[in-house]
């Protein structure tokens, strides 16, 4: 069945750091991929998504690109800030409504 | 404008018993889904709701049970509650058909933290 893998947290980085979350996913098909982001406190919400094969999503400094290759959505930032601390958590969506969802990666940013 | 609302937003209860949950959707939403999230995991799809009625069901047994209501909010139930049925019920809203889509961007709720003793 279809399923998403991304790296173990907890990922600690300073101010202004580059970001990376890697994403790897199985699906046949294809499917659609989203970041979600969980801030303390919150609900989910969508930060990006990409709807087929090199698009690539982009938000509030964030970026992914869909790489049907090697099967991969990996989440970017040039300059993580403070604020960017929380969960993130990538996502696919295939036939149907529902999304699967890998495990998260905890951020934690430092002044 | 009100987002998703979920309510209560913790409760306990013992193994056997049955739990009912409650999710208002965003205003202007009309599909409703709810996921479990057990504790350092992702959320796992239990199923959505579409005028009225079941649209799709993910891997829970017959146990969790759901309804959706005229004014579009929803309930989901739990039947015979085992230890682990302990967990983070979040429910999702969106709109069936969005701007040319199957199926719009989903808006999370904060949850109902459910514990089973």
């Known amino acids: 069945g279809d399923s998403v893998t991304q790296m173990e947290g907890p990922v600690t980085l300073s101010e202004e750091a580059f970001l990376t979350i890697n994403c790897t996913y199985t699906?046949?098909?294809?499917?659609?991929l989203f970041w979600y982001v969980q801030y303390p406190g919150e609900g989910l919400q969508l930060l990006l998504k990409a709807t087929k094969a090199d698009d690539k999503g982009s938000n509030k400094g964030f970026e992914a690109t869909y790489r049907k290759e090697t099967t991969s959505f990996h989440l970017e930032k040039g300059s993580v800030q403070v604020s960017d601390s929380a969960v993130y958590f990538c996502a696919l969506r295939n036939s149907g409504y529902a999304l699967n969802f890998g495990k998260g990666t905890s951020l934690l940013v430092t002044p | 404008d009100a987002g998703v609302t979920q309510s209560p937003t913790h409760l306990i209860k013992t193994r056997g018993q049955q739990v009912t949950l409650r999710c208002s959707p965003k205003s202007g939403h009309d599909t409703v889904s709810w996921y479990q999230q057990a504790l350092g995991q992702g959320p796992q799809f239990i199923f959505q709701y579409y005028e009225e009625e079941e649209r799709q069901r993910g891997n829970f047994p017959d146990r969790f049970s759901g309804h959706q209501f005229p004014n579009y909010s929803s309930e989901l139930n739990v039947n015979a509650l085992l230890l682990g049925d302990s967990a983070l019920y979040l429910c999702?809203?969106?709109?069936?058909?969005?701007?040319?889509?199957?199926?719009?961007?989903?808006?999370f709720g904060e949850g109902s933290r459910l514990t089973v003793l």
């Open positions: 699906a046949t098909g294809y499917p659609s």
């Open positions: 999702a809203s969106s709109l069936a058909f969005d701007r040319g889509e199957v199926t719009g961007e989903l808006f």
